[in-house]
């Protein structure tokens, strides 16, 4: 969970054997739209690649989405974006950056706020 201001940020993901990845993320923003849906992607040399499909003011996209595993949490990358259709994909994943101040912080589920518990 990463909460910047009014804005609060939940990834929800479950590795099972090997690389593959699933859950859901929740963009909670303030005065902007929010947004919540599921993931699925892998893992692999401690980065992780996603493929979010989520609704937002009553419409479905699919966007890529990237996060560097740390001792500390996972910090998700930023980069050159396309969009093809309802989809939202990296230019160039190799050079995707990973800024340490945009960490999450793992924290037990039961403290996830309420309103993002449902995603």
């Given amino acids: 969970m990463r909460v910047l201001g009014r804005d609060t940020f939940v990834a929800k993901l ?10 859901n993320l929740s963009f909670d923003n303030f005065e902007k739209d929010a947004s919540s849906g599921k993931v699925s992607g892998k893992e692999q040399d401690g980065i992780i690649s996603l493929w979010y499909t989520f609704h937002s003011e009553g419409i479905q996209s699919v966007m890529e989405v990237y996060f560097k595993k740390t001792a500390d949490g996972l910090i998700r990358g930023i ?6 259709g309802d989809t939202a994909y990296f230019v160039h994943p190799q050079a995707i950056s990973y ?9 037990p589920c039961s403290d996830i706020p309420i309103d993002s518990r449902a995603y």
């Fill in 14 to 23: 479950q590795q099972s054997p090997g690389e593959i990845i699933t859950g």
């Fill in 79 to 84: 980069g050159d974006m396309k969009t093809r």
């Fill in 99 to 107: 800024p340490e101040k945009d960490i999450m912080k793992q924290i």
